[in-house]
């Protein structure tokens, strides 16, 4: 039989003299009770496994999606509502977040769309056919649509399709002829300069017909690059020789370069600590680097059982999001190395592009699977509007949830995740090969 005796600690023990009344314990504090921690415990225990339980991610999937895998997402800074997309089959289409539906529709390409970017409500497309296309995406533009137009379906009233003076103020503003194929396009944050990647790393100026230089680095082919948005004269690529390699548009050259083991198929850059950079590689894992010192990743961040496919910081730079050929999306705390979420669902197939909306709220996937799907950035969060008391408790939740994370019980439920089976099983191989 245990006995259970209660202890006290030796520092608070005081010998009982004859001529003095015993001491007890104060309690100076009358708000904190004797068991206060205990059931603090309980409430975060509690909170951890609610959270879990109401855990929903999925909002619902934009309209009836594309005819095509979806393989390019981009965002409107101006617009928080506002993205498109680009598909196997050349279309780009244009999306409301808010009421989930389409906005505008582009037969942009002949073949699959390479590329998107948006800038000042100009929308930058490449392709497969050796075009780049500049289209706008003003909403005072799309009045009506045009089935047999080839360049822009939605076109104004009294522009080309409705009449008048016979310019098009939405669709193609201006086409761009180049000697190859193109593999990805970015815009600089002020100029009206524009570069794109394929068999060379070519810039462009938007007044002018041809590219205005030509930047290379060993790399045959070159299938990300991307403006860094404070030096905004620094350009990151990637290229098919497994290579990282950074530009300097002042003066042509290149600046660094790092070979890894395998090819790196997405870049992007921190928007907040924007000398850091996050790669999504075919070995499964993603990389934070710090440009000034590419010789060492800050971090490697493990979990997908599939080559990485596209990688995007949240606005806040506190965190980012994959989404990998293992058909997951796995969202990471930037400084830690273990992804702190597994979104999936039964249908979804290959992930190639993911994006967080401009207010971090929510992100958006692209697929194989030809739809493009929404969710929450948080989980168990709801949108709906709380009250004070509400919004205090949920406060008072997540101090508790924080103060103790690191309790075996609290910390096994907040990390356990269901995955698919084929996810779970080449996890298992993984980790067994790593321990030979």
């Given at each position: 039989?245990?006995?259970?005796?209660?202890?006290?600690?030796?520092?608070?023990?005081?010998?009982?003299?004859?001529?003095?009344?015993?001491?007890?314990?104060?309690?100076?504090?009358?708000?904190?009770?004797?068991?206060?921690?205990?059931?603090?415990?309980?409430?975060?225990?509690?909170?951890?496994?609610?959270?879990?339980?109401?855990?929903?991610?999925?909002?619902?999937?934009?309209?009836?999606?594309?005819?095509?895998?979806?393989?390019?997402?981009?965002?409107?800074?101006?617009?928080?509502?506002?993205?498109?997309?680009?598909?196997?089959?050349?279309?780009?289409?244009?999306?409301?977040?808010?009421?989930?539906?389409?906005?505008?529709?582009?037969?942009?390409?002949?073949?699959?769309?390479?590329?998107?970017?948006?800038?000042?409500?100009?929308?930058?497309?490449?392709?497969?056919?050796?075009?780049?296309?500049?289209?706008?995406?003003?909403?005072?533009?799309?009045?009506?649509?045009?089935?047999?137009?080839?360049?822009?379906?939605?076109?104004?009233?009294?522009?080309?399709?409705?009449?008048?003076?016979?310019?098009?103020?939405?669709?193609?503003?201006?086409?761009?002829?180049?000697?190859?194929?193109?593999?990805g396009i970015d815009h600089h944050r002020d100029d009206d300069l524009f570069v794109t990647?394929?068999?060379?790393?070519?810039?462009?100026?938007?007044?002018?017909?041809?590219?205005?230089?030509?930047?290379?680095?060993?790399?045959?082919?070159?299938?990300?690059?991307?403006?860094?948005?404070?030096?905004?004269?620094?350009?990151a690529s990637s290229g098919s020789d497994n290579s990282i390699v950074l530009y300097d548009?002042?003066?042509?050259?290149?600046?660094?370069?790092?070979?890894?083991?395998?090819?790196?198929?997405?870049?992007?850059?921190?928007?907040?600590?924007t000398f850091n950079f996050a790669t999504g590689n075919e070995d499964h894992n993603g990389?934070?680097?710090?440009?000034?010192?590419?010789?060492?990743?800050?971090?490697?961040?493990?979990?997908?059982?599939?080559?990485?496919?596209?990688?995007?910081?949240?606005?806040?730079?506190?965190?980012?999001?994959?989404?990998?050929?293992?058909?997951?999306?796995?969202?990471?705390?930037?400084?830690?190395?273990?992804?702190?979420?597994?979104?999936?669902?039964?249908?979804?197939?290959?992930?190639?592009?993911?994006?967080?909306?401009?207010?971090?709220?929510?992100?958006?996937?692209?697929?194989?699977?030809?739809?493009?799907?929404?969710?929450?950035?948080?989980?168990?969060?709801?949108?709906?509007?709380?009250?004070?008391?509400?919004?205090?408790?949920?406060?008072?939740?997540?101090?508790?949830?924080?103060?103790?994370?690191?309790?075996?019980?609290?910390?096994?439920?907040?990390?356990?995740?269901?995955?698919?089976?084929?996810?779970?099983?080449?996890?298992?191989?993984?980790?067994?090969?790593?321990?030979?």
């Amino acid at each position: 039989m245990k006995v259970k005796t209660i202890s006290r600690s030796s520092d608070t023990y005081i010998p009982v003299k004859n001529t003095q009344e015993s001491a007890l314990p104060r309690n100076l504090n009358p708000a904190l009770h004797p068991f206060e921690r205990a059931r603090e415990y309980t409430r975060a225990l509690q909170a951890t496994k609610l959270e879990r339980m109401f855990a929903q991610p999925f909002i619902g999937q934009l309209g009836d999606g594309h005819r095509d895998g979806v393989y390019f997402i981009a965002k409107n800074y101006q617009a928080t509502n506002q993205i498109a997309s680009g598909s196997g089959d050349g279309i780009i289409k244009y999306w409301n977040l808010t009421d989930r539906l389409e906005t505008a529709s582009f037969k942009a390409h002949y073949g699959m769309v390479s590329g998107i970017c948006i800038y000042a409500n100009k929308m930058y497309s490449c392709g497969d056919d050796k075009t780049i296309k500049i289209w706008s995406v003003n909403s005072d533009d799309f009045d009506i649509k045009v089935n047999d137009d080839v360049d822009g379906i939605y076109r104004n009233q009294l522009g080309g399709a409705g009449g008048g003076d016979g310019k098009t103020s939405g669709g193609l503003l201006k086409t761009f002829i180049g000697e190859h194929s193109f593999k990805g396009i970015d815009h600089h944050r002020d100029d009206d300069l524009f570069v794109t990647g394929g068999a060379t790393i070519q810039l462009w100026d938007v007044n002018r017909s041809k590219h205005i230089s030509d930047l290379s680095w060993g790399a045959d082919n070159v299938g990300t690059v991307k403006f860094n948005q404070t030096e905004t004269n620094i350009i990151a690529s990637s290229g098919s020789d497994n290579s990282i390699v950074l530009y300097d548009i002042r003066t042509n050259t290149p600046v660094h370069k790092v070979v890894t083991s395998l090819r790196n198929n997405c870049i992007t850059w921190n928007p907040m600590e924007t000398f850091n950079f996050a790669t999504g590689n075919e070995d499964h894992n993603g990389y934070l680097y710090d440009m000034r010192n590419l010789q060492k990743t800050l971090k490697v961040y493990k979990g997908h059982v599939g080559a990485i496919m596209d990688v995007d910081f949240a606005p806040t730079g506190q965190e980012l999001v994959t989404g990998s050929y293992d058909k997951t999306i796995r969202l990471w705390k930037t400084l830690d190395g273990r992804s702190k979420d597994v979104y999936h669902t039964k249908r979804m197939q290959k992930v190639f592009s993911v994006k967080y909306s401009t207010d971090s709220k929510y992100i958006i996937s692209g697929s194989d699977d030809t739809n493009l799907r929404v969710w929450r950035s948080d989980a168990s969060s709801r949108s709906n509007i709380k009250s004070s008391r509400q919004r205090a408790k949920l406060e008072y939740q997540d101090k508790l949830k924080e103060r103790y994370k690191y309790m075996p019980e609290i910390n096994r439920i907040a990390r356990h995740r269901h995955l698919p089976k084929p996810v779970k099983k080449a996890q298992d191989m993984k980790r067994l090969y790593s321990k030979k």
